[in-house]
């Protein structure tokens, strides 16, 4: 059984709660920093992506790595520049540590690398497992360097899993604050069509979802992070708005619009992604937020 953990993207909003249950759970958590941090909890080591710099006692009686490392897909208009950052964060974090490892000759186990659903593309009502071919357009591209960059610790003889995570749910933050905001305006609507699929997850569920691929010796290769019940743009809106207690306006906010607001990051919310949580459900693991409208009130009361 692991014991002895290194995280790198413990500092997002799913590294937090990963580190914090860790702990809880009595495993022996270090942590990849670009600044050197003080910490009580965790030890902190350093190191640069973009420098291709590590240190490299990180590796020191580790068995398991997690990598959650990678630039907000959303925080910045995607300039030519910018979609090659939100790769290269990915795939050099990647390298650099596998480079590490074989440079020290580490003796790790197992490798769980974020991924992301945005690997089907755009996909309309097909339903999409983890057999599904990748799609087309810069996030499927993404996802698809991101996991062969991933398994390039095949080689060293590392168990390697990739957690394909759909649109994360929490009261501390996310997509969802931002969802929120129109309908809190009054001004929430669907967005294109309103029938596009989301893959949904409540932050519970997927750090369980990383502490399961950490236990469990079996999983290997990718599995979709997504609760059972996607739901169309459409329904989701209409479910928040519920919630909240605000209506939602009867025509969608069209394409064109979107397009002019967002520029080409605009296929993010446009994309449908119908994505099958079989795969996870067959090992065991069992979510604890299967219902849309239940999840969202449950988060909303924890804000209260």
Known sequence: MAKNILIAGATGLVGQQLVSKLLANGYQVSILARKPTSRTDVKVFT???????????????????????????ADKPWTQERKQQIIDSRVKAAELIFKAVAATNASIESYISAS????????????LDEESLPGTGF???????WEKAADKGIALGIRVVKIRIGIVLSEKGGALPTMEKPVKLFTGAALGSGQQWMPW???DDLVNIFIKAVADQNMFDAYN????????????????GKVLHRPIWPINVPKFMLKIILGEMSILPLISTNTSAQKILNTGFQFGYLDLEETLKAIYERKK
Not at 47 to 69: C, E
Not at 117 to 125: K, L, Q, S, T
Not at 139 to 145: E, G, N, V
Request: hydrophobic share 40%.
């Open 47 to 73: 190191w640069d992506v973009y420098q291709q710099t590590i240190d490299y006692n990180a590796l020191n009686g580790i068995d398991t790595i997690i990598n959650l490392t990678g630039e907000g897909i």
């Open 116 to 127: 992301a659903v945005g690997i089907y593309g755009d996909r309309a009502d097909e339903i």
């Open 139 to 145: 996030m499927a591209d993404c996802c698809l360097a």
């Open 201 to 203: 997850i409540h932050l």
């Open 225 to 240: 992070a997504a609760a059972p019940s996607p739901v169309t743009n459409q329904t989701f809106t209409k479910t928040l």
